[in-house]
């Protein structure tokens, strides 16, 4: 796990602008971003397909791969090579990770150009969507939706409140990208929102946000990530 976390913070300091954090995943995230993995499990008498994006070194992953069974199929998509050569070593060597392996696949390529056989029940995404241009961001929930069945969810995370503190710094071309930004995501939790998990207990906290496969556009109450300051 030491060397994991160094090749973290290598990572971090070479490329932020892809890996977003600044500490790896706490486990009460991973909880939080697995929670309709733990439900579905528990109701469902079927192999799963889950799609990890954006796993990093496996903080949330090692919470994956306890949760599934050998017969379901788990398949992560992490374009830093740096990582994704650290998850093979951990489903390699790690004894809760290798127990997937044959059941596991880790594809080093942009989420745009992957493609599957057939919809996942569960994509959990760690992509650091703030500090991406507004056209990558619309690319990559394309990219969720045409992968995720109908019946599915996706969980990903944001950092609370960092899109207002954010704006609050930046100059007027970031601001109005953040804005773009902000348009986009609000749209799907929306049209698909499903519930929200607070995670106080993480650097930085966050919000997970669980997202349907499918468009409902249902009436409810503000959303706390939507709060400006």
Known sequence: MGRDRLAFFRQV?????TTGAIAPSSRFL??????????????SQH?????EVGPGTGAVTRRIV?????????????INQAFADV?????????????MSDSSRIHAIPLQDY???EPYDIIISGLPMNNFSQ?????????YFRLLSPEGTLSYFEYMFMRPLRKAVSGRDDRERVNQIETIMRKHRRQRKSRTSWVLANLPPAWV????GVISDPIRSPDPSETRP
Request: net charge negative.
């Open 66 to 78: 306890d949760l599934l069974e050998p017969g379901d199929r788990f398949d992560l998509v992490e």
């Open 135 to 143: 056209q990558l961001v619309a690319e990559l929930f394309d990219a």
């Open 115 to 117: 493609t599957a056989e």
């Open 87 to 99: 998850l093979e070593s951990r489903f390699l060597d790690d004894p809760p990770f290798a127990r």
């Open 13 to 17: 300091r070479e490329h932020y602008h």
């Open 209 to 212: 946000q669980h997202l349907s």
């Open 47 to 51: 192999p799963i397909r889950v799609l």
């Open 30 to 43: 991973a909880r939080a971003q697995t929670g309709p993995l733990v439900a579905l499990k528990s109701r």
